[in-house]
């Protein structure tokens, strides 16, 4: 239960660091890996989505346990709660960008890309997955929208139970979407000719990405759309005429 929970709670700070360069508007990964930079004692890892069979539960179990003796760890539990309420707040920030670029129908197609509660090492386990979570934010500020999934692991026929169309080429999942989510880190997707996959997206797209498996300012972005990571919403950019 420590041994999870203090894992917990690093990735949470990861996500704290996130939400502050966020706000000030600049990148989280390289403030992050500034500080590791020939100074061995860093160990902060990147941001990400917190989820999974064992980090969803074992700071309660701990938590529970110690109350009974008196005792609450405040810090294990606020941790938990920044992990848990980071999907409400990167949708509604996604819902608020959706409405003041001019373009976007009321009626989207969002796709989410990797559904398993990790990508690496590779798992078809949904327990615990944030993309449950992630999704359920999604249908409450996109009610109009239509739902896909890709994983590559997870079957068609789970990620239909899952409560998505599900999209068995990675490919597919770019044509005609208005908004793409990267919920997990599966090589796949940061190894993914992502430049060519957006031009098959809609005009305006976005593509939304939770574990920054590019730089922004490094793509060939085509006209009208987007590329978004966690922890850099303030370098967000949209692709401009080229001609």
């Known amino acids: 239960l420590i041994d999870n929970t203090q894992r917990?709670?690093?990735?949470a700070y990861a996500n704290e660091v996130a939400r502050v360069c966020d706000a000030i508007g600049i990148?989280?990964?390289?403030?992050i890996q500034a500080g590791k930079l020939g100074y061995p004692r860093t160990n902060l890892p990147m941001p990400g989505l917190v989820g999974?069979?064992?980090?969803?539960?074992?700071?309660?179990?701990?938590?529970?346990?110690?109350?009974?003796?008196?005792?609450?760890?405040?810090?294990?539990?606020?941790?938990r709660y920044l992990n848990e309420r980071q999907p409400g707040e990167?949708?509604?920030?996604?819902?608020?960008?959706?409405?003041?670029?001019?373009?976007?129908p009321r009626t989207l197609r969002i796709v989410l890309l990797?559904?398993?509660?990790?990508?690496?090492?590779?798992?078809?386990?949904?327990?615990?997955?944030?993309?449950?979570?992630l999704l359920e934010e999604l249908r409450r500020s996109f009610a109009t929208a239509s739902f896909?999934?890709?994983?590559?692991v997870v079957p068609p026929?789970?990620?239909?139970?899952?409560?998505?169309?599900?999209?068995?080429e990675l490919e597919a999942a770019f044509q005609d979407a208005h908004l793409i989510l990267i919920v997990n880190n599966h090589p796949l997707f940061s190894m993914m000719p992502i430049e060519d996959y957006?031009?098959?997206?809609?005009?305006?797209?976005?593509?939304?990405?939770?574990?920054?498996?590019?730089?922004?300012?490094?793509?060939?972005?085509?006209?009208?759309?987007?590329?978004?990571?966690?922890?850099?919403?303030?370098?967000?950019?949209?692709?401009?005429?080229?001609?």
């Open 198 to 243: 957006m031009h098959l997206m809609q005009r305006p797209g976005l593509v939304y990405d939770f574990w920054n498996g590019f730089k922004s300012e490094d793509l060939h972005l085509p006209k009208e759309v987007g590329y978004m990571a966690l922890g850099s919403h303030g370098k967000i950019r949209f692709g401009e005429d080229q001609n």
């Open 52 to 79: 999974g069979p064992c980090l969803e539960k074992d700071s309660y179990i701990l938590t529970e346990s110690l109350r009974e003796l008196g005792v609450e760890p405040k810090i294990t539990m606020a941790a």
């Open 114 to 133: 990797g559904l398993a509660f990790k990508g690496q090492p590779a798992t078809d386990d949904l327990r615990g997955t944030m993309a449950r979570p």
């Open 90 to 104: 990167v949708i509604g920030q996604l819902k608020k960008m959706t409405e003041e670029v001019s373009g976007f």
């Open 8 to 11: 917990d709670v690093a990735f």
């Open 148 to 152: 896909y999934g890709f994983d590559a």
């Open 157 to 168: 026929e789970e990620i239909q139970a899952f409560g998505l169309q599900p999209i068995v």
């Open 27 to 31: 990148s989280a990964t390289e403030v």
